[in-house]
């Protein structure tokens, strides 16, 4: 937890937007790694205290949600500068920028993330699931990820 994970924070919200899974009174979070720097500078930095440790892992049903709350207080100017330089690395925003374009413009054929790793979890998956008749990986990974954290899968199905 040396290196700060920065973001924005929105106003907070009015109204709740139930399609977003946002209630009234919470403030929307957002990236800034693709926001032009000059945009930031006359932008308050705050830094709290108190932080929201999340689930990282894709593959956990709890993923993206709240796992643990932390209290940092020590931190650093050197540590802000570093996390603020770290979210803003404008060779990786260019470079993106740019691979976006090239796709927009058609120049790039689209590959879908299911067709390049089908074929290196299909036969894993169907020597596993024999019963389950043919079902994609997709569908599968979906159903373990709908498996809470703490179960055991096979007392689920």
Known sequence: MQRLHLHGIGHELAEDLPEERRVKGERIEWSVSLTPLRELLSLPVRVKEEVRI?????????????????????????????????????????????????????????????????????PGCDALFKELGGRSTREIAAAIRDIDDDQNASACC
């Open 54 to 122: 999340t689930e990282e892992d894709a593959t956990a049903k709890a993923c993206m949600s709240e796992i643990w709350r932390a209290r940092w207080t020590d931190v650093t100017l050197g540590q802000v500068i570093h996390g603020l330089l770290w979210e803003l690395q404008m060779e990786v925003s260019e470079d993106l920028k740019r691979q976006v374009a090239e796709v927009d413009a058609g120049t790039v054929e689209r590959v879908s993330a299911d067709d390049v790793f089908e074929p290196l979890y299909k």
